[in-house]
């Protein structure tokens, strides 16, 4: 029997595709103007914002832009801190974050669902709001060094890294996830006389890819973007990262081909890690709701 094909699917499906172009054009619209913007004169850029010459690579173009932004901050230096300190909380993040999901989705325990619907009210607070009361606590935290033991984490890396290890978004995402997942994987595993770790490492972990993605590619951004604490916590550039950085070009003259050549910078270490992991996290998504 031949299928029944509609005759305005044709046209649907055009439309449907119409649409994706368009809400992709304007999603990279801005990206576009500030790599443009990156290469021309300060007059030139002004100028253009008036018209569509702005997102179009015309006029006189040159690398001075960057050349200049290196000269006025010390890009790669906060370049540098901000992937150490994404990269180590991203990956102590997964680790604790998933081992915190995991028990809240197969181990039993009184009281364990209100623990996680207390949780998962601290995602109400904003931030700002606890910002103060942790930079006095963190003053004042003990921390073995090079100097032996001192008191105070200001100015170093581990404050911009063991207050973010561990976050009620990223636990609830992998909860959702793993209670999707067979228990009969687990219940298997635990005949054959695995422990909760080893069920944890030998097979939630290897059927979990996506989620790690996805919790991955959350936090990167989260970290990576962090402007308000790193700017309380840090009184050298030595431990800046890059949106603290950003202060360097809006001191005395602004110069706005600077500015966007400092972002287009910035930039890439963030297209670069979602590039690596945008398989997985498509399939995340595509797979929110299956059960099974």
Same mark, same amino acid.
């Given at each position: 029997m031949s299928a029944v094909i509609s005759p305005n699917t044709g046209v649907n499906t055009a439309l449907r595709?119409?649409?994706?172009?368009?809400?992709?054009?304007?999603f990279v619209f801005p990206i576009l103007f500030m790599v443009v913007s990156s290469f021309k004169p300060a007059q030139q850029l002004l100028r253009d914002t008036a018209s569509i010459a702005?997102?179009?690579?015309?006029?006189?173009?040159?690398?001075?832009?960057?050349?200049?932004?290196?000269?006025?901050?010390?890009?790669?230096?906060?370049?540098?801190?901000s992937v150490v300190i994404t990269v180590v909380t991203v990956a102590g993040a997964l680790f604790i974050c998933s081992m915190a999901a995991f028990s809240f989705a197969f181990?039993?325990?009184?009281?364990? &669902?209100?623990?996680?619907? @207390?949780?998962?009210a601290t995602l109400i607070v904003?931030?700002?709001? *606890? =910002?103060?009361?942790?930079? /006095?606590?963190?003053?004042?935290?003990?921390?073995?060094?090079?100097?032996g033991l001192q008191f105070g984490w200001l100015n170093t890396y581990h404050v911009q890294i063991v207050p973010f290890l561990a976050d009620a978004l990223t636990i609830f995402l992998f909860?959702?996830?793993?209670?999707?997942?067979?228990?009969?994987?687990?219940?298997?595993?635990?005949?054959?006389?695995?422990?909760?770790?080893?069920?944890?490492?030998?097979?939630?972990?290897?059927?979990?890819?996506?989620?790690?993605?996805?919790?991955?590619?959350?936090?990167?951004?989260?970290?990576?973007?962090?402007?308000?604490?790193?700017?309380?916590?840090?009184?050298? &550039?030595?431990?800046?990262? @890059?949106?603290?950085?950003?202060?360097?070009?809006?001191?005395?003259? *602004? =110069?706005?081909?600077?500015? /966007?050549?400092?972002?287009s910078i910035i930039t890439l270490p963030v297209l670069i890690f979602y590039l690596v992991l945008q398989r997985a996290f498509i399939s995340s998504i595509a797979s929110t709701g299956i059960k099974g």
């Open positions: 595709y119409l649409l994706l172009v368009v809400f992709a054009l304007i702005a997102f179009l690579p015309v006029g006189d173009l040159s690398f001075d832009n960057y050349a200049a932004a290196f000269r006025r901050a010390p890009v790669a230096l906060f370049i540098f801190n181990l039993e325990f009184k009281g364990k &669902e209100v623990v996680l619907a @207390v949780l998962i904003p931030f700002e709001t *606890i =910002a103060i009361p942790m930079l /006095m606590l963190v003053n004042n935290l003990p921390w073995i060094g090079a100097g909860v959702q996830y793993f209670r999707d997942l067979p228990r009969e994987l687990i219940e298997a595993a635990r005949l054959d006389g695995a422990t909760w770790f080893q069920v944890y490492t030998r097979v939630i972990v290897p059927i979990s890819g996506p989620v790690f993605a996805t919790a991955a590619i959350l936090k990167f951004l989260a970290m990576y973007n962090q402007y308000l604490w790193p700017l309380l916590v840090t009184q050298s &550039e030595q431990y800046r990262p @890059v949106m603290v950085g950003l202060q360097y070009f809006f001191q005395l003259n *602004i =110069a706005w081909g600077e500015v /966007m050549a400092y972002l």
